[in-house]
T-cell receptor, first 111, second 113 residues
Framework: AQRVTQPEKLLSVFKGAPVELKCNYS??????LFWYVQYSRQRLQLLLR??SRESIKGFTADLNKGETSFHLKKPFAQEEDSAMYYC?????????????FGTGTQLKVEL | DTAVSQTPKYLVTQMGNDKSIKCEQN?????MYWYKQDSKKFLKIMFS???????INETVPNRFSPKSPDKAHLNLHINSLELGDSAVYFC????????????FGSGTRLTVV
């Protein structure tokens, strides 16, 4: 079974402060991990995937297999970062691939 | 030139009615999905189709019936709508291995009254 845990429902930070959104996973195989962002009442957009090791909008995430974590970080929060962030794990199940989401963390950046 | 498009965007209907949501993707992906986002913003997979074949069916009531006429389309038909079906339904698509992530549609907000 694959599971993704995001322990914080809401994270509130001030503009310019560092941000860390926590994500832990459980999966027996080799995981493929992603971060998705959902701005108010919009579609989910892919933010990051661990395979590409890229930085998008200043966000980075490192896969730590020892701690089974994939935390999302940004050194200086911006107001436009306020959104819902979902960590997701892609794994094989039955005959197909399934993307399992965590429960999401609402990030609120205050002025 | 929207990659994954869903219609309608909003749907308000009475309990007991039957309704359909349509989804189309122009990305050339071979796999499509339906996800449900409830009032607490939890996202849960409902179905997955690969090349028109159902491959994932996650404990969803029989009132929900997906149909894939071809690999670019995946529709969702819901019979005898209940209050608890109120949610945002997202369609998504990917290549079958899923390694590039999924592309999501803009969602259909279903309200059952």
């Amino acid at each position: 079974a694959q599971r993704v845990t995001q322990p914080e429902k809401l994270l509130s930070v001030f503009k310019g402060a560092p941000v860390e959104l926590k994500c832990n996973y459980s999966y027996s195989g080799s995981p493929e991990l992603f971060w998705y962002v959902q701005y108010s009442r919009q579609r989910l957009q892919l933010l990051l995937r661990h395979i590409s090791r890229e930085s998008i909008k200043g966000f980075t995430a490192d896969l730590n297999k020892g701690e089974t974590s994939f935390h999302l970080k940004k050194p200086f929060a911006q107001e436009e970062d306020s959104a819902m962030y979902y960590c997701a794990l892609s794994g094989r199940t039955g005959g197909g691939n399934k993307l399992t989401f965590g429960t999401g963390t609402q990030l609120k950046v205050e002025l | 030139d929207t990659a994954v498009s869903q219609t309608p965007k909003y749907l308000v209907t009475q309990m007991g009615n039957d309704k359909s949501i349509k989804c189309e993707q122009n990305l050339g992906h071979d796999t499509m999905y339906w996800y449900k986002q409830d009032s607490k913003k939890f996202l849960k997979i409902m179905f997955s189709y690969n090349n028109k074949e159902l491959i994932i069916n996650e404990t969803v009531p029989n009132r929900f019936s997906p149909k894939s006429p071809d690999k670019a389309h995946l529709n969702l038909h819901i019979n005898s709508l209940e209050l608890g079906d109120s949610a945002v339904y997202f369609c998504a698509s990917s290549q079958s291995y899923g390694g590039d992530g999924y592309t999501f549609g803009s969602g259909t907000r279903l309200t059952v009254v």
